[in-house]
């Protein structure tokens, strides 16, 4: 019985080639056999920084100038408020990957 080896190559070099795009985090067969972890970063980040600045928001006009995952379920965001009567002050915000806001801080 005659076998064929050109294409178990080629299936093995797409299986491997999907496997590298996995490590990267893209690619088609990365995002099946990986998952893309920069665009779940991005998300948490995103989400952060959208409840915190509502958070923010309460006490003026926002300006996030940080927004940093500092563990693997915390996001830190940063930044400004300017209030009703002028003044500039500064927010830290402490955002969980549940979804909550564990520590707000407005100075």
């Given at each position: 019985?005659k076998i064929t080896i050109l294409?178990?190559?080629?299936?093995?070099?797409?299986?491997?080639?999907?496997?590298?795009?996995?490590?990267?985090?893209?690619?088609?067969?990365g995002d099946i056999l990986g998952?893309?972890?920069?665009?779940?970063?991005?998300?948490?980040?995103?989400?952060?920084?959208?409840?915190?600045?509502?958070?923010?928001?309460?006490?003026?006009?926002?300006?996030?100038?940080?927004?940093?995952?500092?563990?693997?379920?915390?996001?830190?965001?940063?930044?400004?408020?300017?209030?009703?009567?002028?003044?500039?002050?500064?927010?830290?915000?402490?955002?969980?990957?549940?979804?909550?806001?564990?520590?707000?801080?407005?100075?």
């Amino acid at each position: 019985m005659k076998i064929t080896i050109l294409p178990v190559l080629a299936a093995g070099t797409m299986l491997l080639g999907g496997c590298a795009a996995g490590l990267g985090g893209g690619g088609l067969f990365g995002d099946i056999l990986g998952g893309n972890v920069r665009n779940d970063k991005d998300r948490f980040e995103r989400a952060a920084a959208n409840a915190c600045g509502r958070e923010a928001s309460r006490y003026g006009r926002v300006a996030i100038s940080e927004v940093r995952q500092t563990s693997r379920e915390i996001v830190r965001v940063d930044g400004r408020v300017q209030t009703r009567d002028r003044y500039e002050r500064r927010f830290s915000c402490i955002f969980r990957s549940d979804g909550r806001i564990v520590d707000f801080r407005i100075d």
